[in-house]
């Protein structure tokens, strides 16, 4: 049973650049969570999606973020007009329903020239 | 404001050497706590779910427990191996938590042979 895919592993963006995160979640797991590392930072909460739903986004910058789980594919975490401050790792977890734990993938890591 | 402390933030050990890593946490109720590892590069690997004061989960050479205001993980006999730096998070209950972990910082543990 494959685990948590995330790709790209390494993303580089110039500034003004758009950054696309794609996140398959396990065999069978259908909620979806985002989070960002920033250097010497904890993971920070980002959004939380079912398919086709955004449950919570409460993490997410209010401006150039945005996240979607479509009923077919992927989930993408989408960054418009990339800055500097972007530059970190982004994780996928993903959760059975019905369950409590969160079982994440390998990352991204995005750099912004 | 919900939040975790984990203590210390590097810890240096003989092989052999056993010890604790601690995690202090205050949250509105508190749903779970997880304990994950990371190496270098890598995404969270999940190591032990705690739900109530009193209860321990072991694996191996560590050992995770659970009082109303902290939790301890204790390694015990390390190897090289067991380098890694060690995650705590908290799942609050209550309507405006949809699940996502609150992170504390990590603990850098070293083993040297």
């Known amino acids: 049973n494959a685990g948590v895919m995330q790709n790209p592993r390494h993303l580089v963006r110039r500034r003004g650049q758009e950054a696309r995160l794609r996140c398959s979640p396990m065999?069978?797991?259908?909620?979806v969570y985002w989070y960002r590392q920033l250097p010497e930072e904890g993971l920070k909460f980002m959004v939380y999606l079912q398919k086709e739903n955004i449950i919570d986004e409460s993490g997410m910058p209010k401006e150039r973020f945005s996240a979607e789980f479509p009923k077919e594919g992927p989930s993408i975490l989408r960054i418009q007009q990339v800055v500097r401050g972007d530059s970190a790792a982004y994780f996928c977890?993903?959760?059975?329903?019905?369950?409590?734990?969160?079982?994440f993938g390998p990352g991204t890591r995005l750099t912004v020239l | 404001e919900d939040q975790v402390t984990q203590s210390p933030e590097a810890l240096r050990l003989q092989e052999g050497e056993s010890s604790s890593l601690n995690c202090s946490y205050t949250v509105s109720g508190l749903r779970g706590l997880f304990w994950y590892r990371q190496d270098p590069g890598k995404g969270p690997e999940f190591l032990f779910t705690l739900y109530s004061a009193g209860e321990e989960k072991e694996k191996e050479r560590l050992k995770a427990t659970l009082t109303k205001k902290e939790s301890f993980l204790h390694i015990t006999a390390p190897k090289p191996e067991d380098s890694a730096t060690y995650l705590c998070a908290v799942q609050a209950e209550g309507g405006g938590s949809q699940g996502n972990l609150i992170f504390g910082k990590g603990t850098k543990l070293s083993v040297k042979p």
């Open positions: 977890a993903s959760r059975l329903a019905g369950t409590n734990e969160q079982f």
């Open positions: 065999k069978g797991h259908s909620h």
